[in-house]
């Protein structure tokens, strides 16, 4: 009887043990989706007009005295996301360092509740080595927060960065993927946290004109499942998304109504 209560035990075991997924145990953090979904810092926004349409007040100024910009750029270019990104893109072609021209902006945003958050960051632009090809990085950190938490983030495509400087670019709509995107998103505290990719094939925005909202959801919910226990998910990251679409890829949706708004959020 002994014997037989104890096979019992031992097989429930087994089976709860096999419920956990294993990208949560992998993760390090807890697999419950209860447990998650509990310490989630709201939901995520529900679509991308409203991802590209942040509703509360935002300022922007660009930091170009000397010496405060060289602060900015010496702080953030030291951390260990911008290393590992920089790094990264640079195995791929794309070389960036506190050298590479870049826009360092502080920032001012508001939340429902009329809280200000403060925010310093950069982000660079560069081409390809040896091809007309284009990629950024962008590190923004939250100075209001003790732990200093950042948005860090880098791109790649094989769109030519020039495309951008004409009012109409030549997107050619035969259904072939023309242009790729590859982004590059530092997930988690440094000691623990990981590089995650997202890739994507365009196919003509016109008929797709949800593709960026599928990158911004798709890294929601990687952070929901496996990091939002040990690492938050501010609010202000969400305005983020829709800052970094309106300063990269509002081009590749020229005939829909996101494109007649401003290439950066008010």
């Known amino acids: 009887m002994k014997t037989r209560a104890f096979l019992v035990v031992t097989m429930v075991v087994v089976i ?9 145990v992998l993760a390090g953090v807890r697999s419950s989706p209860e447990a998650t979904i509990s310490l989630q810092e709201g939901p995520p926004i529900p679509d991308q007009r409203a991802l590209l349409n942040y509703p509360y007040p935002v300022s922007i100024e660009d930091v170009t005295e000397p010496g405060d910009r060289g602060a900015i750029l010496d702080g953030l270019t030291a951390r260990c996301e911008f290393l590992e990104l920089a790094s990264t893109m640079e195995s791929k072609g794309f070389v960036f360092n506190p050298a590479t021209p870049a ?5 001012s945003i508001e939340d429902e509740s009329g809280l200000a958050t403060v925010l310093e960051g950069f982000t660079m632009s560069t081409t390809h080595t040896v091809d007309a090809l284009s990629g950024a990085l962008t590190i923004i950190e939250d100075m209001s927060d003790p732990e200093r938490l950042a948005f860090a983030q880098a791109h790649h495509t094989n769109l030519d960065p020039h495309l951008a400087e004409v009012p109409d670019p030549p997107i ?5 993927p023309y242009f790729y995107i590859t982004t590059l ?20 925005s016109h008929h797709h004109p949800n593709w960026y909202y599928s990158h911004y959801f798709w890294y929601w919910q990687h952070w929901s499942w496996y990091w939002s226990v040990d690492w938050p998910w501010p609010y202000w990251y969400h305005w ?6 309106w300063n990269y890829w509002y081009y590749w949706s020229t005939w829909f109504p996101w494109a007649d708004y401003p290439t950066v959020l008010p």
């Open 185 to 204: 998103r530092w997930v988690g505290p440094c000691d623990v946290g990981r590089i995650t990719y997202w890739h994507y094939w365009w196919f003509n």
């Open 172 to 176: 050619i709509f035969n259904n072939m």
């Open 240 to 245: 983020v998304y829709g800052w970094y679409y």
């Open 16 to 24: 709860l043990a096999a419920m956990v997924p294993i990208g949560g």
């Open 103 to 107: 826009q360092v902006m502080r920032i």
